[in-house]
């Protein structure tokens, strides 16, 4: 089962640090141009990057103040709700309204280095996703990573346990430890669902690193961010991972660390790269997956609790795509699953 992103929903757009200000960046989500941008005070905007006049994309033009204006015939924008606000070329005692033209606007939000963009129709029902961390907090790692395949298959390596000691083989992870039976807890949430709180699984020098007696709880939530919350009494380490669709048949992974403690601060360009070289694996994985499900039918196999989440997360979708953001309501219940790993 592999359907259109779902809609109705906050996805992340970018980092808040990929748009400065008075810039413009594009980037292709849901198959739709969109311009990343933001004011010169400051604001982040997100608008259709394709000019109403003449489809010039708006990211290759300018910024002035709250204005957007197109590179080809200069019309000019508000970034705050896409109306035209003037049409250089006509003449000054033209009586046309320009304000009646509008270029789409997609409502974003900005918290903790991020921009999450609304994808569905009309304004947000509700906020932007909340990652569980004070608003100081940024990102101290961040990999990106654009793999090709159905949407729902990257999202399904989100929640899929059973991948995770065959394809991220890392020597710091928990390389050369035999798998042992795992039994975890798991409840639905608002929009998903949690590994309730529990002791990391102690062969994994990361976790080790950390120190202390650290607690994590591995969150997923729809449509597709999975948050990591590590804590001990004194340290917090969160890894976040979403994905956007992009281009069509492609997915923007973007996997971001989070930590309040100066230790790991010392070991910044080591966790950049070993983050980077988890995420690609997935990447990699994805692709090579992708070679055969764009040229057969494939009708996947779900076997054993390894494979509860992935349906879980099909669950999760058919309910959102049947019933909208206003009436969805979450149809998991609590349950145990046993695995190996
Ligand atoms: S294409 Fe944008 S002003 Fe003409
Ligand atoms: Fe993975």
């Not at 001990?232 to 923007?252: D, K, N, S, Y």
């Given at each position: 089962?592999?359907g259109?992103?779902?809609?109705?929903?906050?996805?992340?757009?970018g980092l808040?640090?990929?748009?400065k200000?008075g810039a413009?960046?594009?980037?292709?989500l849901f198959g739709?141009?969109?311009v990343?941008?933001?004011?010169?005070?400051?604001?982040?905007?997100?608008?259709?990057d394709?000019c109403p006049?003449?489809?010039a994309?708006?990211?290759?033009g300018?910024?002035?103040?709250?204005?957007?204006t197109?590179?080809?015939h200069?019309?000019?924008?508000s970034?705050?709700d896409g109306r035209?606000l003037?049409?250089?070329?006509?003449?000054?005692?033209?009586a046309r309204d320009?304000?009646t033209?509008r270029v789409?606007?997609?409502a974003?939000?900005e918290?903790?280095?991020?921009?999450?963009?609304?994808y569905?129709?009309?304004?947000p029902?509700?906020?932007?996703?909340?990652?569980?961390?004070?608003?100081?907090?940024r990102?101290?790692t961040?990999?990106?990573?654009?793999?090709?395949g159905?949407?729902d298959?990257a999202?399904?390596?989100l929640v899929?346990?059973?991948h995770?000691p065959?394809v991220?083989k890392?020597?710091?992870?928990?390389e050369?430890?035999?798998?042992?039976d795992k039994?975890k807890?798991f409840?639905?949430?608002a929009?998903?669902f949690?590994?309730?709180?529990?002791?990391?699984?102690?062969?994994?020098?990361?976790y080790?690193?950390i120190?202390?007696?650290?607690v994590?709880?591995?969150?997923?939530?729809?449509?597709?961010?999975?948050l990591?919350?590590?804590s001990?009494a004194?340290r917090?380490?969160?890894?976040?991972?979403?994905?956007?669709?992009?281009?069509?048949?492609t997915?923007?992974?973007v996997?971001?660390?989070?930590?309040?403690f100066?230790?790991?601060?010392?070991?910044?360009?080591?966790?950049?790269?070993?983050a980077d070289?988890f995420?690609?694996?997935?990447g990699?994985?994805l692709?090579?997956?992708?070679?055969n499900?764009s040229r057969t039918?494939?009708?996947?196999l779900?076997?054993?609790?390894?494979d509860?989440?992935a349906?879980?997360?099909?669950?999760?979708?058919?309910?959102w795509?049947?019933?909208?953001?206003?009436?969805?309501?979450?149809?998991?219940?609590?349950?145990?699953l046993?695995?190996?790993t």
């Amino acid at each position: 089962m592999t359907g259109a992103a779902l809609q109705g929903l906050w996805y992340l757009a970018g980092l808040s640090r990929e748009v400065k200000p008075g810039a413009m960046v594009r980037r292709i989500l849901f198959g739709e141009p969109v311009v990343l941008g933001r004011t010169g005070a400051g604001a982040p905007f997100a608008l259709r990057d394709v000019c109403p006049h003449r489809a010039a994309p708006l990211s290759a033009g300018r910024v002035s103040g709250e204005a957007v204006t197109c590179p080809y015939h200069a019309w000019s924008f508000s970034a705050a709700d896409g109306r035209c606000l003037s049409v250089p070329a006509l003449p000054s005692d033209d009586a046309r309204d320009p304000s009646t033209i509008r270029v789409a606007r997609y409502a974003l939000a900005e918290a903790n280095g991020l921009l999450w963009i609304w994808y569905g129709a009309g304004e947000p029902l509700f906020a932007a996703p909340d990652i569980g961390l004070p608003p100081s907090f940024r990102p101290k790692t961040a990999t990106v990573v654009e793999t090709s395949g159905p949407f729902d298959e990257a999202v399904v390596g989100l929640v899929d346990p059973a991948h995770t000691p065959v394809v991220h083989k890392q020597w710091w992870w928990r390389e050369g430890r035999p798998r042992a039976d795992k039994t975890k807890a798991f409840a639905p949430t608002a929009l998903g669902f949690k590994m309730t709180a529990h002791a990391p699984s102690s062969n994994s020098l990361i976790y080790k690193a950390i120190g202390g007696a650290p607690v994590t709880e591995i969150e997923f939530r729809l449509p597709a961010l999975r948050l990591e919350h590590i804590s001990t009494a004194t340290r917090r380490v969160l890894a976040l991972t979403a994905m956007t669709p992009g281009e069509a048949g492609t997915t923007r992974i973007v996997h971001l660390n989070y930590w309040d403690f100066a230790l790991f601060d010392a070991l910044l360009p080591f966790a950049q790269g070993m983050a980077d070289s988890f995420l690609k694996q997935d990447g990699d994985i994805l692709r090579l997956q992708n070679e055969n499900l764009s040229r057969t039918r494939h009708r996947a196999l779900y076997l054993g609790d390894a494979d509860e989440p992935a349906k879980w997360y099909f669950a999760l979708n058919k309910a959102w795509s049947e019933k909208g953001e206003a009436e969805f309501v979450n149809p998991l219940a609590p349950a145990t699953l046993r695995w190996r790993t």
